[in-house]
C-alpha cells in the first residue's frame, strides 16, 4: 500500500523554526517527485513547495521563498520541509503530497496521494 | 502566475441531481489540470487528472471535461457521500495553484 506519513507539526512562537518530514513506503521513492501542501483552519489548499526525484528542480510560491527549504533523502525514503522565520500566516495542515514519475515531467505532476497532514501552529 | 477560478463558492443540491463545477485558467493550460474531493475532515482525493482521465477507483458518475481556460467536474447522480469541497489545480508548470474550492452539500 502506498502511503505517506507527516510528521514534526507543533506549536512554534513567531519567528521560530520548525522541520517537517514525510516518510514514504509502498513504492519506489526515488522515482517520484514530491510536494508541499498546506490548509490554513477554514481556508483553501496552497501548494507551497516542489522537488524533483533526484532533487534536481525545486520550486517554491511566492509565500515561503527565502524561508522554507524542501529536501528529500532518497536512500531513507523521507522528504522534508525546513521552515524558518516563522509567521502567524503559516498557522496550517501541511500534507506531503507525491508528485510526477522521473521521466514524466511536469505534465503528469498530479498529486496521488497525500498524506494524513501535521498541524503546525505559530503563536505567541 | 496563472489564477485557477472555481465557480460556484458553493452550491447546494438534491440526492439523483446532475451537478457541474466550472474551474477557470487566467491562461491556457492544455489539459494539465486535475481535480481533487476533500470530504469533510479528510485528506484531499485525487478524483480525474488530464482534464478528463479517470483515477483508479473512483465512481464513474464524475467525469471532467474541457481544455484550455475553461474546465468542468460533472457528477452525473449526486450521492450523500459526495459531500464534499472539490478543488481544481493546474499542474504543468509552478506555482501549481489550487482553485479556492467549490463547497457541495445536499438539499
Known amino acids: 500500500e502506498v502511503q505517506l506519513v507527516e510528521s514534526g507539526g507543533d506549536l512554534v512562537q513567531p519567528g521560530g523554526s520548525l522541520r517537517l518530514s514525510c516518510e514514504a513506503s509502498?513504492?519506489?521513492?526515488?522515482?517520484?517527485?514530491m510536494n508541499w501542501v498546506r490548509q490554513a483552519p477554514g481556508k483553501e489548499l496552497e501548494w507551497i513547495s516542489y522537488i524533483s526525484s533526484i532533487s534536481s528542480n525545486i520550486y517554491y510560491a511566492d509565500s515561503v521563498k527565502g524561508r522554507f527549504t524542501i529536501s528529500r533523502d532518497n536512500a531513507k525514503n523521507s522528504l522534508s520541509l525546513q521552515m524558518n522565520s516563522l509567521r502567524d500566516e503559516d498557522t496550517a495542515v501541511y500534507y506531503c503530497a507525491r508528485g510526477a514519475m522521473v521521466g514524466a515531467g511536469l505534465i503528469s505532476n498530479w498529486f496521488d496521494p497525500w498524506g494524513q497532514g501535521t498541524l503546525v501552529t505559530v503563536s505567541s | 502566475d496563472i489564477q485557477m477560478t472555481q465557480s460556484p463558492s458553493s452550491l447546494s443540491a438534491s440526492v439523483g441531481d446532475r451537478v457541474t463545477i466550472t474551474c477557470r485558467a487566467s491562461?491556457?493550460?492544455?489539459?494539465?489540470l486535475a481535480w481533487y474531493q476533500q470530504q469533510p475532515g479528510k485528506v484531499p482525493k485525487l478524483l480525474i487528472y488530464?482534464?478528463?482521465t479517470l483515477q483508479s477507483g473512483v465512481p464513474s458518475r464524475f467525469s471532467g471535461s474541457g481544455s484550455g481556460t475553461d474546465f468542468t467536474l460533472t457528477i452525473s447522480s449526486l450521492q450523500p457521500e459526495d459531500v464534499a469541497t472539490y478543488y481544481c489545480?493546474?499542474?504543468?508548470?509552478?506555482?501549481?495553484?489550487f482553485g479556492q474550492g467549490t463547497r457541495l452539500e445536499i438539499k
Open positions: 491562461q491556457g493550460i492544455s489539459k494539465h
Open positions: 488530464a482534464a478528463s
Open positions: 489545480q493546474k499542474y504543468n508548470s509552478a506555482p501549481f495553484t
Open positions: 509502498g513504492f519506489t521513492f526515488k522515482s517520484y517527485a
